[in-house]
């Protein structure tokens, strides 16, 4: 193991910046809806848990829901909420034994769910700097270094090991050990080993291709390694977890170009199992890219983090563009507006959601319905940490003298740097509008540089300080990159930076179409009718019925007529969208339902014999019923 590597980047801590405008009201619904619910009505996080002493769920659901619930109750000032996040966090803290072991004696023989509590505990100590935090890491891997060689890593916590080498990383920022080598050692050959999954990655079709769940589950043997082994490295959250392992062995060791690593694993994972909202379908193992598979809202919200921590070790762009297209898409669209029902699985064709047995590889017939525990509750307890742990990407550091604008939303930056104050307001209606502006409220810097990044979708640009264009570019090459605005800020400076919006095609299964503009993809604005399948503790679970076609092709040289409103109370409204594309299309009567979801796409061009109408098109964000990805055909065939 060669001399540890330092990051990029960094994230500042978590009351360096905060959120603003839209991106804060969205914080304010979902606190308003389940997350600051949850603990009052579903058991397994609440005053019954095992991580409070209880008799309760003892595994990973208390851990999962406080690593998003502890920072949105920061984020809030709501001081309730946070006195009840801190009761798990001092129980956490005490319950740590003399060999440095802790949590839930039920569960004292498990790993994976103590690598979520520590998360907990790393975002804890941002916000409190509390001095408890550092020893109790420290007690953990010693316990860790001592326990592993005769009890080794498996399943679950073999898959997520990235995650614990995260959390070691970031104690290894603070803190030197002269056991932590040896440890990480032990890891890395206990791991499900990622790197060579996403350096040749086997997976090149859906899991049902390999083996058949129903017949194989029956005589399926734990204690078989490759059986396990095949289970978890395919399971979709193992998968997102795992883009970050890479990443997190660049750390610790220089043995290979773990960057590549990273981006060839992203990009096999796309090609043989993305869809337009940029997830990856899985429901619940690599399922295809067929937009009518599913893709898990676990995975969306894992795959954020890991891209925010692979962000910060390679500082690449395109995982920001990543970020962006997850958190503007996939991840509004699968809860609804008030943040009180969920999805288990979410389909970019989505036109009917019910209880009904659809193709899923091993998820049940409620996985697509809107609800409190469709399908697990794993979802039910993780989904929380999606848009607090957003915050979080959205300003990096490079060094004391360099801050980078990576991940664009409303907010504000409130952070130290060359030892004196600094403050800048980020306010933008993005990624709904082209314009971010950044107003300086607080900086005497002269040799502060500040960096922005121009998305890998841009065609253009346009970067103003104090009115006077200091960069722009016209025509270049569609890349992600970082540029340099200036060097030296002052209070009172205004930055703005405007990124052309241009409409783009890009082409998916079966040469199927999907429409963007900047990191927003675009659907089929369906008319629904919501009906009420069952209440359960006062949430209700939600079926959701087609009341227009929805069967579809798009004219190959489509054109839009685009009408802007407003980012209002509810951002991704389905009644009031921000952006509405008006365009034509003509309906595909051999299109149908077949399982109960949007059946096989044609392979594009098709002929079709329908009249064209007028069809609306809303952010893939704001739809619950939607298509995304379109066949379609050729100006020849009107």
Not at 509 to 532: C, I, Q
Request: overall charge negative; some cysteine.
């Amino acid at each position: 193991m060669s001399k540890k590597r330092e990051k990029t980047l960094h994230t500042f801590a978590i009351p360096e910046v905060k959120p603003e405008g839209w991106l804060k009201r969205q914080l304010e619904i979902q606190m308003q809806g389940l997350t600051g619910k949850l603990f009052d009505i579903w058991d397994s996080v609440g005053s019954y848990s095992g991580w409070l002493g209880g008799t309760g769920e003892n595994w990973e659901r208390a851990p999962y829901y406080l690593d998003g619930f502890l920072p949105l109750s920061y984020y809030m000032e709501d001081k309730e909420h946070w006195d009840t996040a801190c009761r798990f966090v001092e129980w956490t803290l005490n319950s740590q034994d003399e060999e440095g072991n802790f949590g839930p004696v039920a569960s004292k023989e498990d790993y994976w769910s103590r690598f979520v509590m520590l998360k907990v505990l790393i975002q804890y100590y941002e916000i409190k700097k509390d001095g408890r935090v550092l020893p109790f890491f420290d007690r953990y891997f010693q316990y860790l270094y001592k326990k592993v060689p005769d009890a080794p890593m498996e399943q679950w916590s073999s898959a997520r090991i990235g995650d614990l080498l995260y959390c070691i990383q970031w104690y290894c920022e603070r803190e030197e050990r002269n056991y932590i080598p040896a440890l990480v050692e032990m890891l890395r050959e206990q791991a499900l080993d990622w790197v060579d999954i996403f350096a040749e990655f086997p997976f090149t079709r859906p899991a049902a291709y390999y083996y058949d769940w129903n017949k194989e589950y029956t005589h399926f043997s734990w204690e078989n390694y490759h059986d396990t082994m095949k289970y978890h490295a395919n399971h979709i959250v193992n998968v997102t977890m795992g883009f970050k392992y890479p990443a997190m062995l660049s750390y610790f060791f220089d043995d290979m170009d773990y960057e590549a690593v990273s981006l060839t694993g992203m990009q096999s994972a796309d090609k043989y199992h993305g869809v337009a909202s940029g997830a990856v379908n899985g429901d619940e193992h690599l399922s295809g890219n067929n937009p009518s598979q599913g893709a898990e809202l676990c995975s969306i919200v894992e795959y954020m983090f890991s891209l925010q921590t692979m962000l910060e070790a390679f500082g690449l762009p395109c995982f920001a563009d990543k970020m962006e297209r997850l958190a503007y898409n996939a991840l509004p669209a699968t809860i609804t507006e008030d943040f009180m029902a969920h999805q288990y699985l979410q389909q970019a064709n989505q036109v009917l959601v019910s209880k009904a047995k659809r193709n899923w590889f091993n998820n049940n017939e409620e996985s697509n319905m809107f609800g409190l525990e469709p399908n697990f509750g794993c979802c039910t307890a993780n989904m929380h940490q999606g848009w607090p742990k957003f915050v979080k990407s959205l300003w990096y550091r490079g060094n004391d003298s360099e801050v980078v604008s990576m991940v664009f939303a409303p907010c504000r930056l409130e952070t130290e740097a060359e030892g004196k104050k600094l403050c800048i307001r980020e306010e933008t209606e993005y990624p709904f509008k082209e314009r971010i502006t950044y107003h300086v409220e607080n900086a005497s810097h002269s040799e502060l540089e500040f960096k922005i990044r121009i998305p890998g979708w841009c065609s253009a640009y346009k970067i103003y300080k104090n009115g006077i264009c200091v960069r722009e570019e016209e025509n270049r090459e569609k890349t992600g990159e970082v540029v340099s605005v200036c060097r030296g800020i002052q209070t009172g400076d205004r930055i703005e930076a405007v990124f052309s919006m241009e409409f783009e095609k890009s082409h998916w299964f079966h040469n199927s179409v999907a429409v963007e503009r900047g990191p927003l993809v675009y659907a089929l604005d369906m008319k629904e009718r919501w009906e009420t399948a069952k209440v359960v503790a006062g949430v209700r679970d939600y079926e959701i019925y087609p009341e227009s076609a929805w069967n579809y092709a798009l004219e190959e040289n489509m054109s839009f007529e685009i009408q802007e409103g407003h980012v209002g109370a509810v951002p991704f409204s389905k009644e009031y969208p921000p952006i509405r594309l008006r365009t034509r299309g003509r309906r595909l009567d051999s299109w149908e339902i077949v399982d109960n979801s949007a059946g096989l796409l044609p392979v594009s061009p098709i002929c079709t014999d329908g009249k064209e109408e007028e069809i609306s098109l809303i952010p893939y964000g704001c739809t619950k019923l939607r298509i995304t990805q379109f066949p379609w055909y050729r100006n020849e065939d009107k």
